[in-house]
Each structure stands twice: as C-alpha cells, then as structure tokens.
C-alpha cells in the first residue's frame, strides 16, 4: 500500500471538527433549537483542556458532558470552546479544544461523530500530575442514559437509545510522529 503524502486522514479530522465548531457557533448564537442537544466527550488529560481539578480527580481520561438545557457562556473559537456547566449545583467554567474531543453526538437527528486522539505521555504528567489514576470517565451505557456530570436532577434525553449511533462516523488510523 501506497504512502499517503497528502494527509488525507488529518484533513478529514479537520473537516469534521469544523463540523463541531459550527454547530456550536449556531448553538452560541441562537441557542438550541427544536430537542438538539449535544452529548460532546473528550480527553481530560489532553494539555490543553481546562477544567477544575475536582472533575480531572473525578474522570482522569475522559469524560461526557451534556449541552442542553443548561449551560451558560457558550464561547466556541477556531481553537475550541468555552462553557459554563452545572456540577452539583456548582457553576464551573470548562475550555475544551477541539482537538481533544473523542465523539460529538447530537441524538436528537441520530448524528455522531469519533475522533482519532492522541495524547503524549510527557503532556500529561507534565500538564496533570493528578490524572495519572487508572479509572475511567463515563462508560457508553452511563452516556446513552444520559447519566453524565451535568446537572442530576436533569431528565435524561428522550429518544430510542439503539439509535443514537446510526449517522457515527469513526476514523480509524495511526499517525506516524
């Protein structure tokens, strides 16, 4: 098999966070419309993810949040997004980059996203000493159930669960360093 020289699995990745990037925007300005929602999990030991050190101890890998009814300063840039979200009832503010986002999924029109995410070793111990734990964020079934971080007393989405992966598209490839 041929070398591919031109990157074509990198600009397919930038492409489809671009995708992110817009439905945020449209969401920043308008709010959300109709029953979207936005399921969004990404890598919280990548380098430039900020989130409150209680939440990195909580989920030192991954974790899911829930862009629905409530959540405040909805920011995206061309970098990533900020957010305010409740947390127990405690208002914490998030900046997440695209870059570390691992799936985008709005169940609502049944359309997801994965993303291919690669974090450096070195970036993590040197950026989040603390993530260094083996457990893990939200399982798939915590986040079909839409029992994520947000606030616990929000009713989970409404929907037929089996088919929130049907639009999924998932990039599968390794990147040479």
Do not use: C, P, S
């Given at each position: 098999m041929n070398e591919d020289l031109l990157g074509y699995n990198e600009m397919v990745e930038q492409a489809m966070r671009s995708v992110v990037r817009k439905a945020l925007e449209r969401a920043a300005k308008g709010g959300l419309p109709g029953n979207h929602h936005f399921y969004i999990t990404f890598k919280t030991d990548h380098p430039d993810v900020m989130i409150p050190n209680r939440l990195v101890d909580q989920y030192p890998e991954e974790m899911t949040i829930v862009l629905q009814h409530q959540f405040w300063g909805l920011q995206p840039d061309d970098e990533g997004f900020d957010v305010e979200l409740s947390f127990n009832r405690q208002h914490e503010h998030l900046r997440i980059p695209y870059a570390a986002l691992i799936t985008f999924a709005d169940p609502s029109?049944?359309?997801?996203?994965q993303f291919h995410v690669e974090v450096?070793?070195?970036?993590?111990?040197t950026e989040h000493p603390e993530a260094a734990s083996d457990e893990k964020g939200p399982t798939q079934a915590q986040m079909e159930a839409g029992t994520t971080d947000n606030d616990p007393d929000e009713d989970p989405p409404e929907g037929d669960d089996d088919s929130r992966t049907d639009n999924v598209v998932t990039l599968d490839f390794?990147?040479?360093k």
């Open positions: 029109v049944n359309f997801g996203l450096e070793e070195d970036a993590i111990a390794t990147r040479k």
